[in-house]
């Protein structure tokens, strides 16, 4: 995860994000239930249908002005 650490306006409440990639050929991955745990931020985990399908990356984020994540946690 990218630590912010307070640079400028950005804080690990509003700036942190990550990305997780399918690296399979012909897998579609179901996220929803999956827990991330965070030995700073704790646990939050994925809601609702979304998947991620074979070569795909997507983004996690907490709310980043000028930034659209694929989940906002």
Same mark, same amino acid.
């Not at 804080?11 to 990550?18: K, L, S």
């Not at 907490?62 to 946690?73: E, M, N, Q, R």
């Given at each position: 995860? #990218?630590?912010?650490? *307070?640079? @400028?306006?950005? +804080?690990? !409440? +509003?700036? &942190?994000?990550? &990305?997780?990639?399918?690296?399979?050929?012909?897998?579609?991955?179901?996220?929803?239930?999956?827990? #991330? +745990?965070? !030995? !700073?931020?704790?646990? =939050?985990?994925?809601? *609702?249908? =979304? &998947?991620?399908?074979? *070569? &795909?990356?997507?983004?996690?984020?907490?709310?980043?002005? @000028? =930034? +659209?994540?694929? =989940?906002?946690?």
């Amino acid at each position: 995860m #990218i630590n912010p650490n *307070g640079a @400028g306006a950005f +804080t690990d !409440n +509003t700036a &942190e994000w990550f &990305e997780v990639t399918n690296p399979s050929v012909g897998t579609t991955y179901q996220l929803n239930g999956c827990s #991330i +745990t965070s !030995n !700073n931020d704790g646990t =939050f985990s994925v809601d *609702g249908d =979304f &998947e991620i399908g074979p *070569g &795909e990356t997507v983004t996690f984020a907490k709310s980043l002005p @000028g =930034f +659209t994540a694929d =989940f906002t946690y």
